[in-house]
């Protein structure tokens, strides 16, 4: 249906860094990680600018967009499989990977969320989307107990209550906005917690899968699942159109490529904080494509929503006290 760290754009997978050599000096090795974490929230943030566009200006459904993405994706890899080392191997593992259950079931979650992104920034400033998107990690700190067996310190669930206090004023639902807007932002809050999900499967599955394998799967999960519903919402796609699908495909891939990158080069605590400069880049396209800017509801909630984040990355994640 890109550890990306989403579709969301989500928050980052939970891949674990390579270790750092002793006395590495620390401003080199984390500047790389800073760049190359912030220049991924760049992709993903145009990525999504991008499918908003296309979908505003030609009516194309999440549906078929997040089709053209996966198939786009599967199409891309099948013209590259020949010229890469050992492709039979390769199409072996695509065909059967390890623990192929698990990583299905978390391409699930992943094409999930990119189709909830889909839908929700038809509607939604991509600011207050970007916003809400955050919740992920609080979503995570929710699941832990259920699905890792984490034990969560109460002072945890009260931050996150509070984020989710962030979401109520953001949406402001019955209040603020269409009830079109306001079903958005639930859809966007659906992204984070099908996000979550999909991060607690991945890590389950991390000692025998790869992002990249991770990524295919959800590629061949959502072109299996989305294809049915494609005669009732297909309409003709104009070359650009096609144009736009393959450069939303691709920058959302380079992202989540960028973002592997960054976490094997710091721990993921040390690039969380640089994960919010995608609220400026998604700021920077609302002003200068779609002529919004976000109201006084939506920076107070997007506040309270970010220091809980905050707090969190402080704490060090979902289970510590």
Do not use: C
């Amino acid at each position: 249906m890109t550890a990306v760290p989403p579709d969301p754009s989500p928050a980052p997978p939970l891949t674990p860094p390579a270790a750092l050599p002793p006395g590495a000096a620390a401003a080199a090795v984390p500047l790389a990680a800073v760049a190359l974490t912030v220049v991924s929230g760049l992709l993903y943030t145009l990525g999504y600018g991008v499918a908003k566009a296309v979908q505003t200006e030609t009516g194309l459904s999440p549906w078929q967009m997040a089709f053209l993405r996966y198939a786009i994706l599967l199409a891309g890899a099948a013209l590259l499989l020949p010229f890469l080392p050992r492709p039979a191997e390769r199409l072996r593992s695509f065909i059967a990977p390890p623990a192929a259950r698990a990583q299905r079931i978390a391409g699930f979650w992943l094409g999930a969320s990119s189709l909830f992104a889909l839908a929700a920034y038809q509607r939604l400033p991509m600011a207050e989307g970007t916003v809400l998107g955050f919740t992920m990690p609080l979503f995570l700190v929710a699941l832990a107990p259920l699905m890792l067996k984490e034990r969560v310190a109460l002072s945890r669930w009260l931050v996150v209550l509070t984020g989710f206090v962030g979401v109520v004023i953001v949406a402001r639902p019955g209040f603020g906005g269409s009830v079109a807007t306001n079903w958005a932002a639930l859809l966007q809050v659906g992204t984070a917690l099908a996000y979550a999900f999909y991060q607690i499967i991945a890590r389950q599955a991390r000692a025998v899968a790869t992002p990249w394998s991770l990524t295919m799967q959800a590629a061949l999960v959502g072109v299996v699942l989305l294809a049915p519903a494609m005669p009732a919402v297909w309409t003709p796609l104009s070359p650009l159109v096609i144009a736009a699908g393959a450069s939303f495909t691709a920058l959302m891939s380079a992202g989540q490529v960028l973002l592997v990158m960054a976490l094997r080069r710091a721990e993921v605590s040390a690039l969380g904080p640089w994960h919010y400069v995608k609220i400026t880049w998604a700021l920077g396209l609302d002003l200068a494509v779609f002529g919004s800017t976000p109201d006084a509801w939506a920076v107070l909630g997007g506040l309270v929503i970010l220091g809980a984040n905050v707090w969190l990355l402080r704490k060090g994640g979902p289970s510590g006290g």
